[in-house]
């Protein structure tokens, strides 16, 4: 089964926002993928820190779930 989550805001060119991958976090919490595979288009300020990366390792410590991100798109 594939799901497919918008994490990208339409009035933001579809850039990801903080909120938006929280809330994505909180879907795939509750549907328990087996793998979860995300792609970003540009490089982040502070990698590795704040809500979303704690949310993202809890999916990954709680649920079991494997956890697979690109390095970035931006060269």
Do not use: W
Request: charged share 20%.
């Amino acid at each position: 089964q594939l799901i497919s989550v918008k994490i990208g805001d339409s009035r933001l060119g579809t850039m990801e926002t903080g909120p938006s991958l929280v809330r994505a976090a909180l879907a795939m919490r509750k549907l328990k993928p087996d793998l979860i595979n995300m792609s970003y288009g540009e490089p982040t300020a502070r990698a590795n820190s704040g809500r979303v990366v704690e949310q993202f390792n809890r999916l990954v410590e709680d649920c079991g779930i494997t956890f697979v991100s690109s390095a970035g798109n931006n060269g």
